[in-house]
């Protein structure tokens, strides 16, 4: 069936430096990506979005980057900071479908 | 949390009890939606809405119901908990500005649920 996952479980970075965390996804009529940031105890937190109509979107320190040619989704976080240390989830969807399906997570630890 | 609110936010039951979960929303939001989330599995959608009275099944439905009685309020019930229902529960909201555009979610502080 379809999925969605993520290729590392966990990541370690140095304070810093930058980080990558990438995502595979199999769904090819998605065409709507959310990157969300989850600490310990709380909720998901949502970082950036992209649509399949483009293949890079940049925000503050972030930068989600598409490949659709392989179904692949990248989060790239520069000059990693302790606060960055969480799980972090790609979704993917179909813009007219309520129907989000998210990946397993992957935990970023930041050492100072 | 985006004017989200989940109560209670912990809840211990034993099996066989009914269960009441409450999102409330500020943000007058259209969407709203029940996940439940567990280790190796992310989050798995339960029911949504799309509106007051309005609503439909997700991926793991089975054992739960939801109502939708005002804008503000999605109520998720387990009938009969059960130990595999022990999880943590999200609720999220988005607004579609119609059925045909993207659908950005912001998510409350969850509800952790413990079924004995």
């Known amino acids: 069936g379809e999925s969605v996952g993520l290729h590392l479980p966990t990541l370690s970075v140095q304070e810093g430096d930058n980080s990558i965390i990438n995502c595979a996804y199999s769904?090819?009529?998605?065409?709507?990506f959310i990157w969300y940031k989850q600490e310990s105890g709380k909720g998901p937190q949502f970082i950036i979005d992209?649509?399949?109509?483009?293949d890079k979107r940049q925000g503050q320190r972030v930068t989600v980057l598409l490949n659709k040619t392989v179904k692949h989704l990248s989060l790239q976080i520069a000059a990693t900071q302790p606060g960055d240390s969480a799980v972090y989830f790609c979704?993917?969807?179909?813009?007219?479908?309520?129907?989000?399906?998210f990946g397993a997570g992957t935990r970023l630890t930041v050492k100072p | 949390d985006a004017g989200i609110t989940q109560s209670p936010r912990h809840k211990v039951t034993e099996t066989g009890t009914p269960v009441t979960l409450r999102c409330h929303q500020t943000?007058?939001?259209?969407?709203m939606y029940w996940y439940r989330q567990d280790p190796g599995h992310g989050l798995r959608l339960i029911h949504y809405?799309?509106?007051?009275?309005?609503?439909d099944k997700g991926e793991v439905s089975d054992g739960y119901s939801v109502s939708r009685s005002k804008t503000e309020d999605f109520l998720l019930t387990l009938e009969s908990a059960t130990s595999s229902q022990t999880s943590v529960y999200f609720c999220?909201?988005?607004?579609?500005?119609?059925?045909?555009?993207?659908?950005?979610?912001?998510f409350g502080p969850g509800t952790r649920l413990t079924v004995l």
């Open positions: 999220a909201i988005s607004e579609r500005h119609n059925d045909d555009s993207y659908n950005e979610q912001f």
């Open positions: 769904n090819s009529a998605s065409d709507y």
């Open positions: 992209i649509r399949s109509n483009m």
């Open positions: 979704a993917e969807n179909r813009h007219n479908n309520n129907d989000m399906r």
């Open positions: 943000e007058n939001h259209r969407y």
């Open positions: 809405s799309y509106g007051v009275k309005d609503t």
